[in-house]
């Protein structure tokens, strides 16, 4: 299939170009991590580093000298107009720092995400964790991967989903109620692993969790990288109707609440009607 601005590259063919980029972003990013640095508030009152800003122009500028033609949505970039976006059949949206409060908290679990859109769905995805140099990645043409620092990569995918035997990943920084009953609503045994930044997608698309349930406000560029890599590891990405997430679909970049699942043939819906989550 040929996708406007890639000429003839296929998107399996950017993996490891982009998966560089994301490296060299997260170099600069470790670079802020290991020295004291300051905190801004954004418009919004979200955290923003020099690390963020770093990793922004980094990515920015490679991405726009490894594909000329595709335009790219950051979250650091100055707001763009739909009206400018909505004719975007193919670009670019990466978040330059996923999980600012948990750099700021020097845990660890932060993230680069890049993700390539076409037609409003996400087409390949790469998430890079700075301090481990483990890489997750996948295109619509290729499998999922999981490549750790020094070795060749290796395929992941999802796992069948047990009703007496759940694992939930829970959000680090952003629980809410409506999380907490929509773990109550997967049983007393259910094990929950707590995780930042887009990392909790990953453990599912790995096979080490089941689920993920986000019950407050993302951005679209929160969500695509790690949407690619769980969708082609086996498993999907929905709104709480089950409808698979899309992107650039309207004027805001705020995603609906929404659903990771490994296994998407298993019945979540009535655990999120038993949460009163179910929309």
Not at 27 to 36: A, N, Q, T, W
Not at 64 to 83: C, F, H, K, Q, R
Not at 156 to 174: E, F, K, M, P
Request: glycine share 6%; proline share 5%; charged share 20%.
């Amino acid at each position: 299939m040929q996708y406007k601005g890639l000429s003839k590259t296929t998107p399996e063919q950017l993996l490891i170009p982009v998966l560089d980029i994301a490296r060299q972003a997260s170099s600069e990013i470790l670079k802020v991590y290991d020295s004291d640095f300051d905190v801004e508030n954004k418009a919004d009152n979200s955290p923003l580093t020099a690390a963020d800003t770093a990793s922004h122009k980094t990515i920015l500028k490679a991405l726009e000298a490894l594909t000329p033609d595709i335009p790219v949505l950051s979250e650091e970039s100055v707001g763009l107009p739909y009206t400018t976006r909505q004719a975007w059949e193919t670009y670019w949206l990466v978040d330059p720092l996923d999980g600012t409060k948990e750099f700021i908290k020097r845990n660890g679990e932060f993230t680069v995400n890049i993700a390539l859109i076409n037609n409003n769905e996400p087409i390949m995805g790469v998430v890079h964790v700075p301090v481990s140099d483990v890489g997750y990645f996948a295109s619509v043409d290729s499998a999922a991967f999981k490549q750790t620092e020094g070795s060749e990569p290796i395929e992941i995918n999802t796992r069948q989903a047990a009703a007496d035997a759940l694992t939930v990943a829970g959000s680090r920084s952003h629980a809410n109620e409506v999380q907490q009953r929509f773990f109550q609503s997967l049983g007393p045994d259910t094990e929950t692993i707590n995780r930042g930044s887009s990392l909790k997608f990953c453990l599912i698309a790995e096979g080490m969790v089941d689920v993920y349930g986000r019950f407050g406000p993302t951005s679209e560029w929160d969500t695509a990288a790690a949407h690619c890599v769980v969708r082609q590891a086996g498993g999907e990405v929905t709104d709480l109707q089950l409808q698979p997430l899309r992107y650039n679909t309207k004027d805001s970049i705020l995603n609906p609440h929404f659903l990771v699942m490994g296994d998407p043939e298993f019945d979540w819906g009535s655990y999120l009607k038993a949460a009163g989550a179910s929309g």
